[in-house]
């Protein structure tokens, strides 16, 4: 299929990366993945709007519109004809002589922009039945709000999680649970929903967001709140949200089952919500 660099639309094969991109060498840039259903991107606007905030805070201009961007994403899902899939998106702060200061705007450096899309279906039977987890240290930075390209915490927590047989790795910084290592995290205590308030330690959620709404909408409390991994591991309900996961349930951590083992009621509930909103 076709992808993106800057403004154009060309084949996978016919792109080259300067070796210089400070994406490449220093994970200089941000990215978004946005999720496609029946041909259509889901919260489309919301997704490149946080690209250009996570742009912002790192002082990276895009040089480029959100509207540019929306027309480029959506030929390229068309050209593509993705049906049940992704589109990813970064902006690198482009290639100029290695050096951690930002190039000089005299050097022209501009910012690159790539995106491809993927097909990928919804995970079905993970959402039926569940999946599992582990508790492990948050060892990131303090801007976790932006989605920058360095991600070698969460991949070194998603890997520990695999080696366990596990899904996913439910993070916590100084006995507090902040998100999982590329989704957000939720307990459900006494019928609430209750995720760390969106501030500095974690990624404010396009899905989050979603959730926070549909809970607002159907009178279930959601509670942005700072809680342990004590109240994680003793819930009634815990689960994830992600573009990719959408709602999923949390039915083990550590190995030790999450309430009865099975997904909850509210989770179900928020599941069902959910899914009538991408229909
Ligand atoms: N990850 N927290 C982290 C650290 C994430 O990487 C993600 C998403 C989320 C959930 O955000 P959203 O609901 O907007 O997808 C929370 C994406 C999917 C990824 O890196 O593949």
């Not at 889901?42 to 742009?55: C, G, N, P, V, W």
Request: charged residues 25%.
């Amino acid at each position: 299929g076709k992808i993106i660099l800057g403004d154009q639309l060309l084949e996978r094969s016919d792109v080259l990366i300067d070796l210089e991109d400070r994406g490449y060498q220093f994970g200089d840039g941000v990215y978004e993945v946005i999720r496609v259903y029946g041909g259509k991107l889901f919260t489309m606007k919301e997704h490149i709007d946080r690209l250009f905030q996570s742009a912002k805070k790192i002082k990276l201009d895009i040089s480029m519109s959100p509207e540019q961007i929306q027309d480029l994403v959506e030929s390229l899902l068309k050209e593509n004809g993705v049906n049940f899939g992704s589109v990813y998106m970064q902006v690198t702060r482009g290639a100029a002589p290695r050096n951690h200061k930002f190039p000089l705007p005299a050097s022209n450096t501009k910012a690159v922009f790539t995106a491809y899309t993927n097909e990928v279906p919804r995970p079905q039977s993970q959402l039926e039945n569940g999946v599992e987890a582990i508790t492990a240290e948050d060892i990131r930075w303090l801007r976790c709000d932006i989605k920058s390209l360095n991600l070698l915490p969460n991949v070194l927590a998603k890997q520990e999680a695999a080696d366990s047989g596990c899904f996913e790795a439910i993070l916590h910084r100084n006995g507090i649970v902040t998100e999982g290592s590329s989704s957000n995290a939720y307990i459900v205590k006494n019928n609430e929903v209750m995720t760390h308030p969106a501030d500095n330690l974690i990624l404010n959620g396009i899905t989050r967001q979603v959730l926070a709404t549909l809970c607002k909408d159907n009178s279930i409390p959601f509670v942005e709140k700072e809680f342990e991994v004590h109240d994680l591991l003793h819930a009634d309900e815990v689960f994830i949200t992600s573009t990719t996961s959408e709602v999923m349930p949390v039915i083990k951590l550590d190995g030790r089952a999450v309430g009865n083992g099975v997904p909850g009621e509210i989770t179900r509930k928020l599941q069902s919500l959910f899914e009538a909103k991408i229909n």
